[in-house]
Nanobody
Framework: QVQVVQSGGGSVQPGGSLTLSCAAS????????IGWFRQVPGKEREGVSC????????YYADSVKGRFTISRDNAKNTAYLQMNSLKPEDTAVYYC??????????????????????WGQGAQVTVSS
């Protein structure tokens, strides 16, 4: 049985940093596309960043370029989203998802539906002074 378990998140002041983790069990992240998404109530889900573990290709939404970094740890079968210089507009519930790599990072980040791939449970990130 595939499980994707997220950790991290929380509250931070503007300019601060947080790291989200996404640990997969029953599913190897090798040859996968890992995606981080966020959603604010009343708004559409946004693909924040995606990584192809086979090619190393990455995708970042314009709103987070230069501030967020996606990565993974092969030994731990875990993906991460390092978020720096956080802004109040980054406040959202963040989800990770993993998908076989027959799709591109852009396809995952821009088109992946909740019924595709394997999703984590979500983590609240609040950026406020």
């Amino acid at each position: 049985q595939v499980q994707v378990v997220q950790s991290g998140g929380g509250s931070v002041q503007p300019g601060g940093s947080l790291t989200l983790s996404c640990a997969a069990s029953g599913y190897s992240l090798e040859r996968s596309v890992i995606g981080w998404f966020r959603q604010v109530p009343g708004k559409e889900r946004e693909g924040v960043s995606c990584l192809s573990t086979a090619t190393g290709s990455t995708y970042y939404a314009d709103s987070v370029k230069g501030r967020f970094t996606i990565s993974r740890d092969n030994a731990k079968n875990t993906a991460y989203l390092q978020m720096n210089s956080l802004k109040p507009e980054d406040t959202a519930v963040y989800y990770c998802a993993v998908h076989p790599d027959y799709v591109t990072v852009q396809q995952v980040c821009t088109m992946l539906s909740p019924g595709e791939g394997h999703w984590g449970q979500g983590a609240q990130v609040t950026v406020s002074s």
